[in-house]
């Protein structure tokens, strides 16, 4: 690894800034990264040795390289270490919104809300936002039907600037970005297999452990920006992953449940 990435970031580190220390060190280590101070596949320096070189709490390193791991910008694998992840791996260039999906499937789209407001972050939120603990955004909690039939629970926060009005939303948030002329470019996915709990049965209507899809989704505007981040939870009977193309993960609706 090339000396001058410590050294760049170190520098980063020296600036004014207000927001966490974690944070500025997850956007110091992504800035090296895309001005190619050091390359994929490129091993970083362990946390221990990477805490001692930039003079900060290996605290403060692991949970910036926890919001890194969850951008899809390193992968961390134990024994192995940490590498720089390739660009477009498990990410979506372009967003494709759940709304645009069932309609080109010949689909009926409609929402059930169950929240649209503006709340002051939590922790866990304001980390993946890489925003300060308590700063307003907007929370949309909402079960997503196609033709009438609960198939998601999802959601989402935003940082208010991109959302000071989440009660006048009532259909897609991406077309409404697109009418405000906010461009997602830079889509990640974090995607597992997990089962049903009983509050989640009973919003969906199927079966307790039921198989479901867990999205978490994070999407960035044009200027490297995170705009939104996204929990959703899809009925493993209504979805299914498609990974025709090698740089693109595609969340098909199932068309054999439409008319049940």
């Known amino acids: ?98 709304t645009s999906q069932i309609v080109k499937e010949g689909g009926t789209v409609s929402n059930y809300w169950l929240s649209r407001r503006i709340i002051p972050a939590p922790e866990d939120i304001a980390r993946k936002l890489s925003i300060n603990i308590g700063e307003k955004i907007a929370e949309l909690r909402r079960i997503r039907l196609a033709n009438g039939t609960p198939v998601s629970l999802e959601n989402t926060y935003i940082p208010r600037e ?17 009418e405000q002329g906010i461009h997602l470019t830079n889509v990640n996915h974090k995607i597992k297999a997990i089962a049903c709990s009983m509050e989640l049965a009973i919003l969906l209507n199927i079966a307790e452990k039921s198989p479901l899809l867990q999205i978490h989704q994070i999407s960035q505007n044009n200027q490297n920006e995170i705009i939104e981040f996204s929990e959703i939870l899809c009925r493993g009977d209504i979805y299914g992953l ?12 199932n068309k054999k449940r439409r008319h049940q």
């Open 242 to 253: 498609d990974f025709n193309a090698p740089q693109n993960i595609d969340i098909k609706y």
């Open 1 to 98: 690894m090339p000396n001058h990435f410590v050294d760049w970031v170190r520098e980063e580190l020296k600036k004014k800034s207000s927001s966490p220390r974690y944070i500025q060190l997850q956007q110091a280590i992504e800035i090296t990264i895309k001005k190619q101070l050091i390359n994929e596949d490129d091993f970083l320096p362990p946390e221990r040795r990477l805490a001692e070189l930039l003079n900060i709490s290996r605290v403060t390193v692991s949970k910036a390289m926890q919001l890194l791991e969850e951008k899809g910008v390193i992968i961390r694998q134990q024994g192995v270490g940490t590498q720089v992840a390739k660009p477009g791996g498990g990410s979506l260039n372009q967003a494709v919104g759940f």
């Open 162 to 178: 991109y959302l000071p009005n989440p009660e006048l939303l009532e259909g897609s948030l991406y077309a409404h970005w697109e």
